[in-house]
């Protein structure tokens, strides 16, 4: 375990063979539906050398919960739960499926994970070694303490070579937030991008969940307070209220953009925060993006000069701001 300033990246085998058993499942195949990709070498090779158990108990596990629409955020959470390697747990969630710890150890032993990782380590350590070179010079804490005050959790970053391939992860485990994610997918078939060759997409991503995590918890604190705030609709496209339908939902994920976006602004270049709050309007119909950076820069300056001593104190005027900032963006 390598502490690199206020992010520490380590990988977990528990983490490992969750994703080595949602390998053998359909999501791979789903996944290059939804968007066709290249994948890491190691991810090719682990589905080609646990082909022999893809109808194990605990790939079976695995499946029922995805067609039971379980997250992957509290399936991989269920995995760090688990003692290693025993994997033995107190007693599992409702939702988890019987037994399904002792099946995921009978999975790791009888299919001679150990020894696979063992003959792969070289990519998995190439992983860390680019990851630890990424974030050795960010500090999130300072960025984030305007908005949620000291974060006393550490940060962790977890690089993911197996699956799954197209999408990052945050999950909130003891004292921790932990950002699981994937290189970033080249185009086509092209194999994905080492983990420290594109250092504004890895910082945002973690940024990102790590901000995700903190905002869940600031509205859950908060939910009196703000509980007037939520019969206010946002200035949000239809695409964007499909996907996200109530008011938290869609305030977290603007909060979330918006914040990567001035980070990449201050810390990588204007360039680099422009480019992504175009991909974010168009990919996932973030019309107000510029709007919410435009609003956060405001609160940040506000909050640098003393009006506001926490972001809770400035929510009540941010209904207006936002609404008169889309409109001024759409000009």
Not at 118 to 136: A, G, I, L, T
Not at 299 to 325: H, N
Request: glycine residues 4%; contains cysteine; hydrophobic residues 40%.
């Amino acid at each position: 375990m390598t502490q690199q300033q206020d992010v520490t990246v380590r990988l977990d085998d528990r983490i490992r063979l969750m994703s080595a058993v949602l390998t053998m499942t359909y999501w791979p195949e789903r996944a290059q539906e939804t968007k066709p990709h290249g994948t890491h070498a190691h991810s090719r090779a682990t589905r080609k050398f646990l082909e022999p158990f893809k109808k194990h108990e605990a790939v079976a596990g695995m499946a029922s919960l995805l067609d039971a629409g379980a997250p992957l955020e509290a399936i991989f959470t269920l995995a760090l739960q688990l003692r290693w390697p025993t994997l033995e747990t107190t007693e599992l969630p409702r939702w988890a499926p019987p037994r399904w710890n002792e099946q995921l150890h009978d999975f790791y032993e009888t299919s001679g994970l150990a020894k696979f990782w063992r003959d792969e380590d070289y990519s998995w350590q190439s992983s860390v070694k680019e990851s630890n070179k990424m974030f050795k010079p960010i500090t999130f804490k300072p960025f984030l303490k305007p908005f949620f005050g000291d974060v006393p959790e550490g940060l962790v970053f977890i690089p993911n070579i197996s699956n799954p391939t197209d999408q990052d992860i945050g999950v909130r485990f003891q004292n921790e937030l932990i950002c699981i994610a994937p290189p970033r997918l080249a185009w086509g078939d092209s194999a994905p991008w080492p983990f420290d060759e594109d250092a504004a997409y890895i910082s945002r991503t973690a940024l990102s969940q790590y901000g995700r995590l903190l905002m869940h918890r600031f509205l859950r604190e908060n939910a009196e307070a703000i509980a007037p705030l939520t019969t206010t609709t946002l200035p949000v496209s239809d695409q964007f209220r499909a996907r996200y339908s109530t008011w938290q939902e869609q305030f977290t994920s603007l909060f979330v953009a918006g914040a990567s976006a001035l980070y990449l602004e201050e810390h990588v270049s204007k360039a680099e925060a422009n480019a992504y709050v175009l991909m974010e309007r168009k990919t996932q119909g973030m019309v107000v993006l510029p709007g919410m950076v435009s609003v956060l820069r405001r609160y940040l300056s506000e909050y640098a000069g003393g009006r506001y001593t926490r972001l809770l104190d400035f929510l009540p005027a941010f209904p207006k701001q936002i609404r008169v900032a889309a409109k001024i963006a759409s000009l």
